[in-house]
């Protein structure tokens, strides 16, 4: 058996009084496609900003490919192959498709820092190569704001995958799309991870969205880990039927 890319121990965190993670452990395999799932406030997010370091843990171990990462800068971790998609920051709001992808390129490259304006066509190849994975390679120009929001949230994706994670960390990546766009979406998250044996951990809301595309589902409650399995498994889960399914499964 391969080591598990992503292993969390015992993961706390305190807010005031407030126990917003307890305990919570879990591993996800390599080039697995995790779904979390969990009612709003159980501590999702919060879970993946302590994976990510963007939340101090209160205790508790994060250890990626093989290596104890806790406490490691957030930076220092995209560096070592984990990324969480961000929803575009309003700074990159007025800046095209191509330039939201070539800062990243920079930024991965260790190049010297160039202020503004970096001559347009640098690093245009890979840039380019990114846009085409999420469909947007004929948008280069269009400035971000001004994409539809399915597309806003493909931008999202390339600018994750500009960092070449190897774990991709997605909270609510079709939360406000229709429908059709949400699954089509997240064919494409989940064509992307078996295709470069990128692993992908995503919190979502939409049961069917869940069931459809994760290999298998973690759920939260309260800040408690109460359960990990295959969708066919959280299906049978007592606490998955009550607050989900309404007891009336299919
Ligand atoms: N920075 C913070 N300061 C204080 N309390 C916080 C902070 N961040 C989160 N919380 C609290 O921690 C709990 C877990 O929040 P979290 O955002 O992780 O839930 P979630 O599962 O992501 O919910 P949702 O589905 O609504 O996004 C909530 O009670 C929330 O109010
Ligand atoms: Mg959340």
Redo the contacts with the bound molecule.
Sequence with gaps: MSEPILKVEKLNRF?GA?H?TKDVSFTVPEGQVRAII?P????????MDLITNRTAPSSGKVIFRGEDITGLAPEKIVHKGMTKCFQISKLFNNLTVYENVQIPRIEMNRRTFRPFPVRDTYLKDEVVRYLSLVGLEDKLNETAAYLSYGDQRRLDIAIALAMDPKLLILDEPAAGVAREEAYKLMQLIRDLGKRQNMTIIF?E?DMDIVFNYADEISV?RDGELIATGTPDEIKENAYVQEAYLGGDLD
Excluded: M, Q, V, Y
């Design positions: 807010f407030l917003a969990g709003n406030g159980a501590g999702k997010s919060t879970l919190i809301h939260l």
